[in-house]
């Protein structure tokens, strides 16, 4: 397996596990860095980000990758996350994969539409 074919399977195994709830075997650094809008400051570290993923999992119901663009250790993705209300929000995603493993993902989507409903 190359390395990029290794990264997609590693981003589409998290976006698959996070709905599940089984983030406990995902490829995660141990000083993966998240970022994203619903998070008040950088989060850091496997265990923290990982139990952070199995608290925000009952509330999505699936993830949908649209698209991946790998380019040597980085990949940006385009994925549509359904909520368990209905509500569709398409997201960019950036992760970087160092030594197999996530090591950082940012994650960026208008969090209007998700506190209006999907009216935004």
């Given at each position: 397996?190359?390395d990029s074919q290794h990264i997609e399977k590693i981003i589409r ?27 008040p400051e950088p989060m850091h570290g496997a265990e923290a980000v990982s139990e ?69």
């Open positions: 397996m190359s195994e998290y976006f698959a596990a996070v709905p599940a709830g089984g983030v406990q075997n995902l490829e995660l650094a141990e000083g993966i860095e998240v970022t994203g809008p619903m998070l952070y993923l199995q608290q925000i999992a009952p509330f999505i119901s699936h993830a949908e990758v649209l698209e991946i663009v790998i380019d040597r250790n980085s990949a940006a993705v385009r994925a549509l996350i359904h909520s368990i209300n209905g509500v569709a929000v398409e997201g960019a995603f950036f992760f970087r994969v160092y030594q197999g493993q996530i090591s950082r993902v940012r994650s960026l989507f208008d969090t209007r539409e998700l506190l209006a409903g999907g009216a935004a």
